[in-house]
């Protein structure tokens, strides 16, 4: 039984004890007797004379000079206090007027009388009782109370976890150097020989949801040496050197069972930027990052502890902490290509029935910027989708509409549209897909649907042909056609009345992938290849912090200019494609509200046929 089981138990067993002593004892103890009367020794000697009393005087002696009589006056149970001197003359009187009399003598006085002491301290009993089991778990190993400064690290020796390098694809070039860092541990003979001396630090850095984390637990499966995890954000408390404290221990305890692996989870929780808080360089946050320094590459060098750390924002540690010495590798864990979203897939699909149509190969194509939580995340939906279907396998429809669900939310089926809307829906569509697919260096659209999904009426949705790292003008130029493809059959339809509100994050797409044209790109005729403002961003996240203008006004009206310029010429070129193949627009529309939803090859045929048309 656990010390929380033995505990409640206590507390309950306490409850039931007070109950019996302010409740059940005094019922017990003739709390439904009357309690007899006060008479004064004057009535009780008159009583005596008058024969009034009615049973045997029962004597007991209060205290040295003191005793009391119990006896019944006139059917009523009465006492009368007397002084010892008096007691002579009381039991002549009694004799005399043929009164019988007793002293008390109670069996087992000692028992009786240290059960009455027991009672009467058993509150106090029950209170200190309390205090111990209370300083008893305070004592354990998850107290804060005296182990307040102790890491709060797992510890995972002779616990090897079911995962392995086996268990991880798509990161290649990470699993290459972590099991380097293994085999170093394993057999360190091997490097010294050569004058190579054991790395201090691996970070892994990457965006999330691509397996950082899954790669330090596959690290504890694969070696053979102790192992600690920790989150970075466990370090730190309200109160200053307490995470200090943590991190002394902690390495304390590795340096007992070295050579072994330290694992912190969001490093940057602690290893940001020195001087950059409020407090400068004495608040909790900076005296747990000296002291990891301290610990990494200290005055004790000889230590066989490896740190393996991740973060999805290294632009705001500190540099101290990503010199050589310290973290001696930085691995970068990026988003799988084709190649790696197939063996991601493989590796999650095991276990899991597939129908015979399933092409996991053709998945990974339809998946590009998926991580590995992702992919993850779009098998499991597909076997819920199963599931909740009846079917006893997982089928591609199943999967391809957990494509949906991650990209745009589930189906909205019960969403009330009119069929005005419907159409304009539509309409917006086909403008898309039709664009995408007349325009030579556009990605084609894989599947058009007016069915709502989340906050959306429809979507088109587009896949490119290849892995892409690099893009040009005329890539970036078509995919702006594209997007104003919805204004433009929107307006050929409504005409006098313009567009729709529909369009509104098409417009957004537009204008910030032709402002960084102009702007990062250096793809601007007007303006030259140069880049304007200084930006900070997070790296892996995408999102822009802050922007330091050096240009002047002059500059900024003409990065405006060029702007509108490539947005409007995206424009017209759609213009120029749906007006040529207005005949095409008309019959797609017509498809879409026939059966809501084209996608795949029978997409590509029915645009292949409407354009040749």
């Excluded at 007070?18 to 019922?27: A, E, G, I, N, R």
């Amino acid at each position: 039984m656990g010390r929380r089981g033995r505990f409640s138990r206590f507390v309950i067993l306490g409850v039931l004890i007070l109950l019996v002593y302010f409740f059940v004892l005094p019922l017990l103890s003739g709390g439904s007797k009357p309690k007899p009367e006060e008479v004064p020794y004057s009535r009780f000697a008159e009583a005596i004379q008058a024969k009034e009393i009615s049973s045997t005087v029962i004597l007991k002696e209060s205290n040295v000079t003191w005793f009391i009589a119990e006896y019944t006056l006139v059917d009523k149970p009465a006492k009368t206090e007397i002084n010892a001197q008096a007691m002579e003359t009381l039991q002549k009187d009694l004799r005399q007027n043929n009164i019988a009399y007793d002293f008390a003598r109670e069996k087992g006085s000692f028992w009786s009388g240290l059960f009455k002491v027991l009672l009467t301290f058993l509150p106090i009993l029950l209170i200190m009782g309390f205090l111990f089991f209370v300083l008893r778990g305070a004592q354990g190993g998850n107290s804060q109370a005296t182990n307040f400064g102790k890491s709060r690290a797992r510890s995972l020796i002779g616990k090897r976890p079911f995962v392995t390098f086996q268990d991880v694809a798509g990161v290649d070039e990470a699993k290459e150097e972590l099991t380097e860092v293994v085999e170093f541990l394993r057999s360190p003979q091997k490097f010294q020989l050569l004058g190579a001396r054991i790395p201090k630090g691996v970070l892994l850095v990457g965006p999330p949801g691509c397996g950082k984390t899954l790669l330090a637990k596959a690290v504890a499966g694969e070696a053979s040496v102790p192992f600690w995890e920790i989150s970075g954000s466990q370090f730190v408390e309200m109160f200053v050197g307490v995470g200090a404290s943590r991190v002394r221990d902690l390495f304390a305890q590795a340096k007992k069972n070295q050579p072994c692996i330290v694992f912190i989870d969001e490093i940057d929780a602690v290893g940001r930027h020195r001087g950059a808080g409020v407090g400068g360089g004495h608040d909790e946050r900076e005296q747990t990052l000296n002291q990891l320094l301290v610990e990494m590459d200290g005055f004790d060098t000889s230590t066989n502890v490896i740190v393996i750390a991740a973060t999805n924002r290294p632009d705001i540690l500190d540099p101290a902490l990503l010199r050589p010495g310290r973290f001696d590798r930085q691995v970068t864990v990026d988003r799988p290509d084709s190649k790696g979203r197939y063996a991601i897939l493989l590796v999650h699909a095991k276990g899991k029935p597939f129908a015979d149509d399933c092409d996991l190969e053709k998945l990974a194509k339809q998946t590009p910027g998926f991580s590995g939580a992702d992919l993850a995340n779009l098998i499991n939906e597909a076997a819920i989708l199963t599931a909740r279907r009846g079917k006893p396998k997982i089928t591609m429809a199943e999967l391809n509409e957990a494509i949906d669900r991650i990209i745009a939310g589930p189906e909205r089926k019960s969403r009330v549209i009119s069929e005005k809307e419907r159409k304009i829906i539509a309409y917006h569509e086909a403008g898309h897909a039709l664009v995408g697919f007349a325009l030579p260096y556009a990605d084609p659209p894989v599947k058009i649907t007016i069915v709502s999904r989340g906050s959306a009426g429809g979507f088109t949705r587009f896949l490119s042909e290849e892995d892409r790292s690099l893009y040009t003008k005329v890539q970036f130029e078509d995919m702006i056609a594209t997007l104003m493809g919805g204004l433009v059959a929107e307006e050929l339809l409504l005409k006098q009345h313009g567009h729709t509100t529909g369009p509104q994050n098409d417009l957004e797409r537009a204008t910030n992938l032709a402002r960084q044209m102009v702007t990062r790109f250096g793809m601007s005729e007007a303006l030259g290849p140069r880049t304007f403002g200084r930006r900070q961003e997070l790296v892996f996240l995408g999102k822009e912090i802050t922007e330091q203008r050096d240009y002047s006004d002059h500059i900024a009206e003409q990065i405006d200019n060029e702007v509108f310029r490539l947005v409007d010429m995206g424009r017209k070129t759609a213009e120029e494609v749906l007006n040529k193949h207005r005949k095409a627009l008309e019959r797609l529309v017509q498809e879409l509200l026939d059966v809501e939803t084209l996608e795949g090859e029978d997409l590509q045929r029915i645009l292949g046929e409407l354009i040749q048309s």
